[in-house]
């Protein structure tokens, strides 16, 4: 594909992307730990109840979760910085 000299890509679209490729290795990642590792991580638990058991599916779930949790934080900070800023169009 040949990119057009006047042609703009809007800067959100990019960072979508980057945090959907981003999720999705998390998963890739936390799939590839339960598989390696089944056993040796017990189950994940938030205030005393079980939110994922030690299975390829349950860390590839918690993987992408928390990718997302973070990138959501991280792009709500921006968003909300971005409002400060004099020079933003």
Same mark, same amino acid.
């Given at each position: 594909?040949?990119?057009? !000299?006047?042609?703009?890509? +809007? ?5 979508? *992307? %980057?945090?959907?490729?981003?999720? #999705? %290795?998390? /998963? ?5 730990? &339960?598989? #390696?590792? !089944?056993? =040796? $991580? &017990?189950? %994940? ?6 939110? $994922? +058991? !030690?299975? !390829?599916?349950? $860390? ?9 949790? /973070?990138? &959501? *934080?991280? $792009? /709500?900070? =921006? ?11």
């Amino acid at each position: 594909m040949v990119s057009r !000299p006047n042609e703009r890509r +809007s800067g959100r679209k990019i960072l979508l *992307v %980057i945090a959907v490729v981003a999720v #999705v %290795i998390g /998963a890739v990642f936390g799939y590839v730990i &339960g598989l #390696v590792a !089944p056993g =040796v $991580f &017990g189950q %994940i638990e938030l205030a005393g109840t079980t939110l $994922f +058991s !030690p299975t !390829p599916s349950g $860390f590839a779930t918690y993987g992408a979760l928390a990718t997302a949790a /973070a990138l &959501g *934080v991280l $792009f /709500a900070l =921006v968003h909300v910085v971005s409002r400060f800023d004099t020079d933003a169009r």
